[in-house]
Every structure is written in C-alpha cells, then in structure tokens.
C-alpha cells in the first residue's frame, strides 16, 4: 500500500513564506500527476495545485503568483512553496497522485498543518 507522508507544515506570520514537502513510497511515481490539496476547519478538502508527469502546473486562482509546485521524480517527492500566506492560506495539506478524471488515486496521508498568523 503506497504511503504518502507530507511535511513542513508549521505556524507562520502573515506575508511569510513555507515550503511543504510529501514522499510517497510508490515505484511508479514518475507516471503520474501530483497535486496538494487543503482542509480548512469544517471544510471539505479543496484542490490547490497540480503538477503533471510532464512538469505542467496548474493552481487555483486563489494561489496564483504565490504557490509553485514541484516535483522531483528520482525522490518520490513533490513540493509546494508557498509565499505571501494569508490567514486564509490556514489549512491541512495533503498530497496524493490525480488521475486523469482528477480522483486521487491513494489512500490520504496524514497531512501537514499550516498555520498563518494575521
């Protein structure tokens, strides 16, 4: 069973900067997109950036020109670095590989909490 351990989540000020890290025990990550996801208090779990097998990223308006995502396949890892966070940047974060119908193929991980003080 593929385990997907996220990291680097932690309390942050207003306008400060995070860098969020996930690996994933799989043999076949190269194969396929990876996106991070977040979960605010009493919300459902919302996509907010995609990175293709081929390096193409994509992130939802509310994060444009202030999260990139990466990734690096010879680590099984992909990366959110996150920059001018807002107190509504609060959340859990997830990763998790997305399929082509955009449902996330593995079980969730547990998540890393990030924090944004105002």
């Known amino acids: 069973q593929v385990q997907l351990v996220e990291s680097g989540g932690t309390l942050v000020q207003f306008g400060g900067s995070l860098r969020l890290s996930c690996v994933a025990s799989?043999?076949?990550?190269?194969?396929?997109?990876w996106a991070w996801y977040r979960q605010g208090p009493g919300f459902q779990r919302d996509l907010v950036a995609a990175?293709?097998?081929?390096?193409?990223?994509d992130y939802v308006d509310s994060v444009k020109g202030r999260f990139t995502i990466s990734r690096d396949n010879a680590k099984n890892s992909v990366y959110l670095q996150m920059n001018s966070l807002k107190p509504n940047d609060t959340a859990a974060y997830f990763c998790?590989?997305?399929?082509?119908?955009?449902?996330?193929?593995?079980?969730w991980g547990q998540g890393t909490q990030v924090t944004v003080s105002s």
């Open positions: 998790n590989a997305r399929l082509a119908n955009g449902i996330p193929r593995f079980n």
């Open positions: 799989t043999m076949t990550f190269d194969i396929y997109d």
């Open positions: 990175i293709t097998s081929d390096d193409i990223a």
